[in-house]
Protein backbone atom coordinates (compact mmCIF):
# COMPACT_ATOMS: atom_id res chain seq x y z
CA UNK A 1 0.00 0.00 0.00
CA UNK A 2 1.27 3.58 -0.64
CA UNK A 3 2.39 5.90 2.18
CA UNK A 4 -1.02 8.47 1.98
CA UNK A 5 -0.44 12.26 1.20
CA UNK A 6 -2.01 14.74 3.30
CA UNK A 7 -2.48 16.63 0.10
CA UNK A 8 -4.90 13.92 -1.17
CA UNK A 9 -6.43 13.76 1.98
CA UNK A 10 -7.04 17.89 2.21
CA UNK A 11 -8.95 17.01 -1.00
CA UNK A 12 -11.31 14.51 0.48
CA UNK A 13 -11.45 16.65 3.63
CA UNK A 14 -12.92 19.94 1.05
CA UNK A 15 -15.50 17.35 -0.26
CA UNK A 16 -16.29 15.91 2.99
CA UNK A 17 -17.43 19.17 4.39
CA UNK A 18 -18.67 21.11 1.01
CA UNK A 19 -16.06 23.64 1.41
CA UNK A 20 -15.82 25.35 -2.35
CA UNK A 21 -13.67 28.21 -1.19
CA UNK A 22 -11.00 26.10 1.09
CA UNK A 23 -8.15 25.88 -1.63
CA UNK A 24 -4.46 24.60 -0.40
CA UNK A 25 -1.92 26.51 0.87
CA UNK A 26 -0.27 28.98 -1.45
CA UNK A 27 2.81 26.51 -1.75
CA UNK A 28 2.63 23.70 -3.77
CA UNK A 29 2.06 20.83 -0.93
CA UNK A 30 4.29 19.02 -2.95
CA UNK A 31 7.04 20.22 -1.64
CA UNK A 32 5.66 21.20 1.83
CA UNK A 33 8.05 20.32 4.50
CA UNK A 34 6.89 20.05 8.36
CA UNK A 35 9.34 21.02 10.58
CA UNK A 36 9.19 19.29 14.00
CA UNK A 37 12.13 19.54 16.65
CA UNK A 38 12.78 18.23 19.75
CA UNK A 39 14.53 15.12 21.91
CA UNK A 40 14.96 12.34 19.66
CA UNK A 41 13.06 9.14 20.94
CA UNK A 42 15.00 5.65 20.23
CA UNK A 43 12.50 2.70 18.61
CA UNK A 44 11.76 -0.27 21.15
CA UNK A 45 10.05 -1.95 18.37
CA UNK A 46 8.12 -1.21 15.05
CA UNK A 47 5.59 -3.56 13.13
CA UNK A 48 4.88 -2.11 9.63
CA UNK A 49 1.94 -2.85 7.12
CA UNK A 50 -0.89 -1.49 8.00
CA UNK A 51 -3.47 -0.06 6.53
CA UNK A 52 -3.35 3.79 7.55
CA UNK A 53 -3.10 3.35 11.00
CA UNK A 54 -5.24 6.22 12.94
CA UNK A 55 -5.07 4.64 16.64
CA UNK A 56 -3.40 2.47 19.68
CA UNK A 57 -5.10 1.12 22.45
CA UNK A 58 -3.68 -1.53 25.00
CA UNK A 59 -5.72 -4.49 26.33
CA UNK A 60 -4.22 -5.54 29.52
CA UNK A 61 -5.82 -8.66 29.96
CA UNK A 62 -4.88 -10.09 27.08
CA UNK A 63 -1.62 -8.40 26.41
CA UNK A 64 -1.63 -6.79 22.80
CA UNK A 65 -2.55 -3.94 20.97
CA UNK A 66 -5.56 -2.93 19.14
CA UNK A 67 -5.10 -1.31 15.67
CA UNK A 68 -7.69 1.11 13.88
CA UNK A 69 -6.70 0.60 10.06
CA UNK A 70 -8.93 3.29 8.06
CA UNK A 71 -7.34 2.03 4.61
CA UNK A 72 -6.77 5.49 2.80
CA UNK A 73 -9.94 7.57 3.19
CA UNK A 74 -10.58 8.56 6.43
CA UNK A 75 -13.82 10.35 5.96
CA UNK A 76 -16.31 8.17 3.67
CA UNK A 77 -18.57 4.74 5.03
CA UNK A 78 -16.65 2.88 2.04
CA UNK A 79 -16.50 -0.60 4.44
CA UNK A 80 -13.09 -1.15 3.85
CA UNK A 81 -11.64 -0.66 7.18
CA UNK A 82 -10.73 -2.76 9.94
CA UNK A 83 -9.24 -3.60 13.50
CA UNK A 84 -5.65 -5.14 13.87
CA UNK A 85 -3.29 -6.34 16.62
CA UNK A 86 0.11 -6.64 17.91
CA UNK A 87 1.32 -8.59 20.85
CA UNK A 88 2.57 -6.82 23.28
CA UNK A 89 6.56 -7.69 22.38
CA UNK A 90 5.57 -6.27 19.27
CA UNK A 91 7.44 -9.41 17.21
CA UNK A 92 3.57 -10.78 15.77
CA UNK A 93 0.64 -9.26 14.74
CA UNK A 94 -2.36 -9.66 12.67
CA UNK A 95 -2.93 -6.87 10.42
CA UNK A 96 -6.78 -7.04 9.83
CA UNK A 97 -8.63 -9.25 12.72
CA UNK A 98 -11.83 -7.76 12.97
CA UNK A 99 -13.27 -6.31 9.54
CA UNK A 100 -16.26 -5.05 8.48
CA UNK A 101 -15.70 -1.00 9.18
CA UNK A 102 -15.17 1.62 6.99
CA UNK A 103 -12.81 4.21 8.46
CA UNK A 104 -12.03 4.06 12.19
CA UNK A 105 -10.29 5.73 14.20
CA UNK A 106 -10.56 6.01 18.11
CA UNK A 107 -10.33 3.36 20.54
CA UNK A 108 -11.17 2.49 23.85
CA UNK A 109 -11.83 -0.84 25.66
CA UNK A 110 -14.37 -1.23 28.84
CA UNK A 111 -14.25 -4.67 29.90
CA UNK A 112 -14.58 -7.03 27.69
CA UNK A 113 -15.74 -4.64 24.43
CA UNK A 114 -13.89 -2.78 22.48
CA UNK A 115 -15.36 0.70 21.30
CA UNK A 116 -14.45 1.84 17.65
CA UNK A 117 -15.04 5.72 16.30
CA UNK A 118 -16.14 5.14 12.62
CA UNK A 119 -17.27 8.29 10.68
CA UNK A 120 -20.68 8.27 11.64
CA UNK A 121 -21.27 5.24 14.28
CA UNK A 122 -19.66 4.00 17.08
CA UNK A 123 -18.98 0.29 16.78
CA UNK A 124 -19.05 -2.19 19.24
CA UNK A 125 -16.48 -5.15 19.41
CA UNK A 126 -16.63 -8.24 21.61
CA UNK A 127 -13.16 -9.05 22.39
CA UNK A 128 -14.06 -12.83 23.56
CA UNK A 129 -14.76 -13.79 19.87
CA UNK A 130 -14.00 -10.31 17.58
CA UNK A 131 -17.61 -10.19 16.71
CA UNK A 132 -19.49 -7.01 16.28
CA UNK A 133 -21.92 -6.53 18.27
CA UNK A 134 -23.47 -2.79 18.07
CA UNK A 135 -23.59 -0.23 15.84
CA UNK A 136 -25.04 3.22 16.84
CA UNK A 137 -25.02 5.78 14.30
CA UNK A 138 -24.63 9.31 14.38
CA UNK A 139 -26.04 10.51 11.07
CA UNK A 140 -25.56 14.13 11.60
CA UNK A 141 -21.78 13.27 12.69
CA UNK A 142 -19.24 14.83 9.75
CA UNK A 143 -16.04 12.70 11.47
CA UNK A 144 -16.04 11.22 14.27
CA UNK A 145 -12.50 10.57 16.02
CA UNK A 146 -11.48 9.96 19.26
CA UNK A 147 -13.34 8.32 22.25
CA UNK A 148 -12.97 8.36 26.28
CA UNK A 149 -14.85 6.22 28.62
CA UNK A 150 -15.38 7.50 32.00
CA UNK A 151 -14.91 5.09 35.43
CA UNK A 152 -18.40 4.68 35.82
CA UNK A 153 -19.22 3.62 31.96
CA UNK A 154 -20.19 6.85 30.08
CA UNK A 155 -19.16 7.28 26.58
CA UNK A 156 -17.73 9.85 24.92
CA UNK A 157 -17.18 10.64 21.20
CA UNK A 158 -15.73 13.99 19.34
CA UNK A 159 -17.09 14.57 16.15
CA UNK A 160 -13.55 16.56 14.41
CA UNK A 161 -15.16 18.11 11.37
CA UNK A 162 -18.55 19.43 13.02
CA UNK A 163 -17.01 20.49 16.42
CA UNK A 164 -19.41 18.51 18.53
CA UNK A 165 -18.95 15.80 21.48
CA UNK A 166 -21.57 13.20 21.62
CA UNK A 167 -22.24 10.57 24.37
CA UNK A 168 -23.68 7.33 24.35
CA UNK A 169 -27.02 8.03 26.25
CA UNK A 170 -29.79 4.50 27.14
CA UNK A 171 -28.65 2.71 23.37
CA UNK A 172 -28.49 6.19 21.49
CA UNK A 173 -25.26 8.25 20.61
CA UNK A 174 -26.58 11.84 21.46
CA UNK A 175 -25.06 15.23 20.53
CA UNK A 176 -24.04 16.33 24.03
CA UNK A 177 -22.19 19.59 23.05
CA UNK A 178 -22.11 21.18 19.49
CA UNK A 179 -19.93 24.37 20.02
CA UNK A 180 -17.08 25.97 17.89
CA UNK A 181 -15.55 26.56 21.14
CA UNK A 182 -14.39 23.01 20.35
CA UNK A 183 -12.26 23.87 17.79
CA UNK A 184 -11.80 20.58 15.93
CA UNK A 185 -12.10 18.22 19.09
CA UNK A 186 -9.52 15.41 18.39
CA UNK A 187 -8.14 12.79 21.09
CA UNK A 188 -10.16 12.97 24.31
CA UNK A 189 -9.43 11.57 28.45
CA UNK A 190 -11.68 11.52 31.46
CA UNK A 191 -10.04 12.15 34.69
CA UNK A 192 -11.65 13.91 37.95
CA UNK A 193 -15.00 14.59 36.71
CA UNK A 194 -13.54 16.36 33.57
CA UNK A 195 -13.42 15.56 29.50
CA UNK A 196 -10.01 16.75 28.42
CA UNK A 197 -9.95 16.97 24.39
CA UNK A 198 -6.77 17.93 22.40
CA UNK A 199 -8.05 20.54 19.93
CA UNK A 200 -6.56 20.41 16.08
CA UNK A 201 -7.52 24.16 15.92
CA UNK A 202 -10.08 26.43 14.09
CA UNK A 203 -10.82 26.83 10.43
CA UNK A 204 -9.25 23.87 8.82
CA UNK A 205 -7.63 24.07 5.63
CA UNK A 206 -7.64 21.90 2.94
CA UNK A 207 -3.68 20.65 3.38
CA UNK A 208 -4.87 20.13 7.25
CA UNK A 209 -3.48 22.88 8.61
CA UNK A 210 -5.59 25.66 11.01
CA UNK A 211 -6.12 29.23 10.52
CA UNK A 212 -5.61 29.05 14.85
CA UNK A 213 -3.40 26.84 16.78
CA UNK A 214 -4.77 23.91 18.55
CA UNK A 215 -4.54 23.63 22.63
CA UNK A 216 -5.98 21.77 25.54
CA UNK A 217 -9.41 22.18 26.32
CA UNK A 218 -11.58 20.17 29.25
CA UNK A 219 -15.70 20.24 30.15
CA UNK A 220 -16.82 19.29 33.33
CA UNK A 221 -18.80 15.91 33.31
CA UNK A 222 -21.76 14.93 35.48
CA UNK A 223 -23.48 11.45 36.08
CA UNK A 224 -26.53 11.55 33.63
CA UNK A 225 -27.83 13.28 30.26
CA UNK A 226 -26.72 16.61 32.01
CA UNK A 227 -26.00 18.86 28.39
CA UNK A 228 -23.14 21.39 29.45
CA UNK A 229 -23.48 25.06 28.63
CA UNK A 230 -21.12 26.00 25.71
CA UNK A 231 -19.71 28.96 27.92
CA UNK A 232 -18.36 25.42 29.77
CA UNK A 233 -15.50 24.72 27.38
CA UNK A 234 -12.59 25.47 29.20
CA UNK A 235 -8.91 26.48 27.83
CA UNK A 236 -5.68 25.60 28.58
CA UNK A 237 -2.32 27.13 27.59
CA UNK A 238 -2.24 30.43 25.80
CA UNK A 239 -1.10 28.79 22.33
CA UNK A 240 2.12 29.99 22.37
CA UNK A 241 3.39 27.70 20.11
CA UNK A 242 1.69 26.02 17.12
CA UNK A 243 0.51 23.02 17.33
CA UNK A 244 -2.07 20.55 15.42
CA UNK A 245 -2.84 18.27 18.08
CA UNK A 246 -3.88 14.89 17.94
CA UNK A 247 -3.53 11.77 20.68
CA UNK A 248 -4.03 12.57 24.05
CA UNK A 249 -3.05 10.66 27.70
CA UNK A 250 -2.37 11.73 30.94
CA UNK A 251 1.14 11.39 31.97
CA UNK A 252 3.02 11.46 35.19
CA UNK A 253 2.89 14.23 37.88
CA UNK A 254 -0.61 15.50 36.83
CA UNK A 255 1.16 15.95 32.94
CA UNK A 256 -0.13 15.57 29.73
CA UNK A 257 0.99 13.57 26.62
CA UNK A 258 -0.42 14.84 23.34
CA UNK A 259 0.35 14.46 19.69
CA UNK A 260 1.31 17.18 16.62
CA UNK A 261 -0.02 15.24 14.14
CA UNK A 262 1.52 17.71 11.41
CA UNK A 263 4.84 18.18 12.70
CA UNK A 264 5.44 15.03 14.16
CA UNK A 265 5.55 15.83 18.13
CA UNK A 266 4.90 14.47 21.28
CA UNK A 267 4.45 16.97 23.72
CA UNK A 268 4.66 16.99 27.63
CA UNK A 269 2.24 19.45 28.51
CA UNK A 270 1.70 20.53 32.45
CA UNK A 271 -1.97 20.87 34.23
CA UNK A 272 -2.10 24.23 32.62
CA UNK A 273 -1.53 23.26 29.26
CA UNK A 274 1.82 24.60 28.65
CA UNK A 275 4.37 22.81 27.29
CA UNK A 276 7.65 21.56 29.37
CA UNK A 277 9.03 19.07 26.67
CA UNK A 278 8.86 18.16 23.37
CA UNK A 279 9.95 14.88 21.83
CA UNK A 280 10.42 14.44 17.98
CA UNK A 281 8.45 11.75 16.44
CA UNK A 282 7.14 11.75 12.46
CA UNK A 283 4.65 13.37 10.73
CA UNK A 284 1.15 11.61 11.07
CA UNK A 285 1.86 11.03 14.62
CA UNK A 286 -1.76 10.04 15.49
CA UNK A 287 -3.82 8.60 18.52
CA UNK A 288 -0.93 6.83 20.77
CA UNK A 289 -1.60 4.68 23.84
CA UNK A 290 0.60 5.71 26.76
CA UNK A 291 1.72 2.66 29.18
CA UNK A 292 2.23 4.49 33.20
CA UNK A 293 3.54 0.29 34.21
CA UNK A 294 6.50 0.54 31.24
CA UNK A 295 6.69 4.19 30.32
CA UNK A 296 6.34 2.80 26.71
CA UNK A 297 4.30 5.17 24.08
CA UNK A 298 2.97 3.30 21.38
CA UNK A 299 2.59 5.41 18.05
CA UNK A 300 0.77 4.73 14.72
CA UNK A 301 2.07 6.43 11.90
CA UNK A 302 -1.06 7.50 9.40
CA UNK A 303 0.87 8.44 6.73
CA UNK A 304 3.53 5.64 6.92
CA UNK A 305 1.19 2.74 7.88
CA UNK A 306 3.63 1.31 11.05
CA UNK A 307 2.91 1.12 14.69
CA UNK A 308 6.20 2.25 16.42
CA UNK A 309 6.70 2.07 20.11
CA UNK A 310 9.47 4.18 22.16
CA UNK A 311 10.17 4.30 25.75
CA UNK A 312 10.13 7.84 27.76
CA UNK A 313 12.61 7.90 30.29
Known amino acids: MKNTSLKTLGNTLTA ?11 N ?7 EGTGTELKPVWEVSGFKTPESVVYDSQRQQYYVANINDNPMTADGNGSIGLIKQDGKSSVIEWVKGLSSPKGLEIKGNKLYVADVHELVVINLDDASIIARYPAPKS ?8 SDSGQVFVSDWAGNALYQLQDGELINWLDSSRLESPNGLYVSNNYLYIAAWGADIQAD ?4 TSGNLKRVAIT ?4 IPQTS ?12 NLDGLHAYQDNNWLTTDF ?12 DIEAI ?9 FYYRKDNHLVIVPYFMSNKVVAYRLD
Do not use: C, H, R
Not at 28 to 34: E, I, P
Not at 208 to 211: A, E, M
Open 232 to 243: KVENLGDKASWQ
Open 223 to 226: EGSQ
Open 28 to 34: AFASYTF
Open 142 to 149: KVLNGIAI
Open 16 to 26: ALSLSAITLAS
Open 262 to 273: LKGQLLNMNAQG
Open 208 to 211: FTTL
Open 279 to 287: YKLEPGSAD
